[in-house]
């Protein structure tokens, strides 16, 4: 059965770096959690209990199998999105570790708003570098020595990648670094460059990977002697006095995880993020071809058009560009009459797109295993018309 089946044939969904569009059975594993053992996680000891921890357990591992890392140097912790778990760690941070906070010139405003924030909450210095016509991440002789390095593994625009991953975390580590990967845009299409990652943190978001919404933090059990707990609740203390309290995270290292996970969690969208990793594991050879195929047809089809600028010089399933003397929100809006669901703006990436590239307002397509090959005949003959 086609998993997205529910989707009309005159609707066509091109929105997918926002929110992916969600496989049947991921939706049907959130159902099952609300019919048949709607129950908090962790806690209870009924069956329906016992049932959702199961499965929230096995979802943790899912996501270290996914990037082949160990449970014995890296732990899984739930959030709400990206930008919360971005927020989090640069939070609670022990401000003696951070002599500077780094990002890069292409970031969603996540990361780029929330380093500066940190900047100016301890009046460290921070420095926005440069990336490369590709996405590598241009270090010069830049100093890593107690700086806090966040930056995105593929970007929400033209999906361009941090090549240079690897290197990236080795300098940083050598002078005595901390890295978090924005992997937001990552894991749909990219999930493999994370395989095996030595980065400190990794934080995405489960609904742009075929999820329900949820984030998702990856963290280096290393990284948690670093922190200073400030967002403390239920879930995270072992024992509780009057003056004082004892934090799960920091003797018990099965629960390492309660270290970001204060209160009661979004358990139904754990479980159904277990599935998804399933369901994204499973695709086949002929469903990346299918999509690849789309996503290379479609660029070639807007390269080909005198008046439309693209961003970025390779194709890629996301992808943004601009209509010389046709406003991005009007073609936005029209599209969308025609059934066809594009974002337009500068996606959260204001610095990068307004402020450096000086470029206007964009329409972005972000294609996905969802995208039909009737999907680009439709947006090819609605543009052609428009
Ligand atoms: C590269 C990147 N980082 C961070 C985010 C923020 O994700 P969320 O809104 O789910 O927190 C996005 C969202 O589009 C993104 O594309």
Not at 36 to 44: A, D, F, I, K, L
Request: proline share 3%; glycine share 8%.
């Amino acid at each position: 059965m086609n998993d997205f089946g529910y989707l009309g044939e005159d609707t066509v969904y091109l929105d997918a770096a926002c929110q992916s569009l969600r496989p049947r059975p991921v939706v049907e594993a959130l159902e099952r959690y609300y019919f048949e053992h709607n129950s908090c996680g962790e806690r209870v000891k009924y069956p329906w209990g016992e049932k959702t921890d199961e499965l929230v357990e096995g979802a943790r591992r899912k996501v270290l199998k996914m990037l082949k890392l160990k449970s014995k140097e890296y732990f899984v912790s739930f959030t709400l999105n990206t930008t919360y778990g971005i927020n989090l760690i640069l939070n609670e941070l022990d401000p003696k570790c951070v002599k500077k906070v780094v990002t890069s010139e292409i970031e969603h405003n996540s990361p780029f708003l929330a380093t500066m924030a940190l900047s100016e909450r301890l009046g460290v210095p921070r420095v926005v570098l440069k990336r490369d016509e590709n996405g590598a991440l241009l270090m010069g002789d830049e100093d890593f020595a107690g700086a806090v390095v966040v930056v995105n593994c593929a970007a929400n625009f033209d999906g361009r990648r941090l090549g240079n991953l690897k290197e990236v975390v080795k300098r940083v580590h050598r002078d005595g670094g901390i890295v978090i990967i924005d992997a937001a845009q990552a894991m749909a299409h990219y999930y493999e460059m994370l395989e095996k990652t030595e980065a400190d943190a990794v934080c995405f978001s489960a609904h742009k990977m075929y999820a329900s919404s949820l984030g998702v933090i990856v963290a280096r059990r290393g990284l948690v002697p670093k922190l200073k707990q400030t967002f403390i609740g239920g879930g995270m203390v072992d024992d509780v006095f009057e003056e004082r309290y004892l934090l799960t995270a920091e003797g018990n290292k099965d629960h390492i995880y309660t270290v970001f996970e204060p209160g009661l969690q979004a358990w139904g969208e754990i479980v159904a993020l277990g599935e998804a990793i399933d369901w994204l594991s499973a695709r086949t050879k002929e469903d990346k071809k299918r999509l690849e195929s789309c996503t290379r047809e479609l660029d070639e089809f807007l390269r080909s058009r005198e008046k439309i600028h693209m961003v970025g010089n390779e194709a890629n399933p996301t992808m943004s560009f601009y209509v010389e003397g046709l406003d991005s929100h009007l073609l936005g809006a029209a599209l969308g009459k025609e059934g066809i669901m594009a974002r337009t703006g500068y996606f959260c990436v204001h610095y990068y797109l307004d402020k450096v590239m000086k470029l206007p307002p964009l329409v972005r397509f972000s294609l996905s295993y969802a995208t039909r090959e009737g999907d680009v005949e439709m947006v090819k003959k609605v543009m052609g018309k428009i």
